[in-house]
DNA sequence: GACACAATTGATCGAATGATCAATAAGGTG
DNA sequence: CACCTTATTGATCATTCGATCAATTGTGTC
């Protein structure tokens, strides 16, 4: 990096390699690692062009959070939504995207998130704003599946809650130290499905977790 | 503080100030607000007086650290404690503390250390040490419940992990932003309850929640 | 191929952090 | 009440952070 020829990019183009660099930088080493210098080297250019590009640094924190959450929200909902008719399994099917292991990195970011969004106030608006994104989706869930009477969830919305809540600590705790992840899927799919009173009929599918 | 005059204070009471200093300091505003000058500003003291007893700040943190932790609990093994002879009532005394109001401030010291441990080698050491100390305490009553035949828990620790887990985040959540919490902890209770299999004769009790 | 626009850079500032050390003075001891 | 140990301070340094701006230079355009 010391002594690269200066190429000149489209504004575009550099506001996209700057936030694929933030974004990588953050899975990698957090959102806190998120600096000035380290994304411009990164990009391979000189800190000032980031400034140049984002106005203020805490303004790039948040836009790749949200950046991240979405793509995250957006991946689970396409693998959810596959699963057509069988509200029962699209149910599972969440619970296994929720707590599987690729989250890791992501978990990380969501608890670099709510540490540091208590001193930075754009990220703590996209925080919340993706927090409920993901409750509405899953709450969305619910209530289809309780519509076909496929199951019962007469609070969608604060069932969604409590297992996007829950389902959070579990990765972040997993995402620090490992051990005793099959159990713990396997109480997160028993207690959903007891939550959800998913008829015995189904069982089967449910223990198979 | 600009001009108080130099007390010479022994050691111990010294050290004593620090930590106690730093602890409140953290509860209040988090553990990355635990700094050499804010510290030293708190105690009414020069800068250097901090680092001349911590010798490195990460270490401070860290020791805060595990203060409020094993402070928590204590306070939370003394109240379920409390409750002797009725493993039932033992459970549900400890849900009722794990989702209290008060763990608040704790759960985003909680929070802090988490994201901070990924760059202080000596805090994560303690985060490992303090949940691990959650967790057998919690697989201790659920144990003891199991022995005396009060309900069913075959694999204590892991369902100490999974509730630990679960509940950290659903501090997390509500500790940043309000709603949900009378429906949160009616689900948890449910949740506990259902995968412990207190038995039916128990559910007043547990539906009072 | 020269020119002008603007993307890019180098230099530099101010604020906040942790850390070190010689100098100072508080307060117990004789 | 003087003295001596050592708790305490002030000054200072090295880092790292975000931010600014005049100077430079790449590149599309005419």
């Known amino acids: 990096m010391t002594n690269q020829k200066r190429v000149r990019k489209t504004p575009e ?3 996209a390699d700057v936030h694929s660099a933030a974004r990588s930088i953050a899975l990698e080493s957090g959102l806190s690692a998120v600096t000035q210098r380290a994304v411009a080297e990164r990009v391979g250019v000189a800190p ?4 140049h590009y984002v106005s203020r640094m805490e303004l790039l924190v948040a836009e790749v959070f949200r950046d991240i959450a ?3 929200l957006a991946s689970v909902r ?9 509200e029962v399994e699209q149910v599972l099917t969440l619970l296994r995207e929720l707590i599987h292991d690729f989250r890791r990195d992501v978990a990380l970011v969501w608890l ?22 993901w409750e509405e989706f899953v709450a969305g869930i619910f209530a289809r599946g309780d519509a076909a009477g496929a199951f019962s969830a007469p609070e969608p919305l604060a ?7 829950a389902t959070d600590g579990l990765s972040a705790q997993s995402a620090v130290w490992a051990g005793y992840e ?24 449910t223990a198979s977790y």
């Open 112 to 133: 670099d998130g709510w540490s540091l969004s208590r001193r930075n106030d754009e990220l703590a608006g996209v925080l919340v704003e993706e927090a409920r994104a």
């Open 70 to 72: 979405q793509e995250e």
């Open 48 to 51: 000032a062009l980031i400034t």
């Open 78 to 86: 396409a693998t959810v939504e596959a699963v057509e008719g069988d």
């Open 13 to 15: 183009e550099r506001r």
């Open 182 to 205: 099959d159990e713990t899927a396997r109480y997160v799919v028993e207690t959903v499905a007891a939550l959800l009173r998913i008829p015995a009929g189904d069982a089967p599918r």
């Open 159 to 165: 069932l969604a809650r409590f297992v996007v809540g």
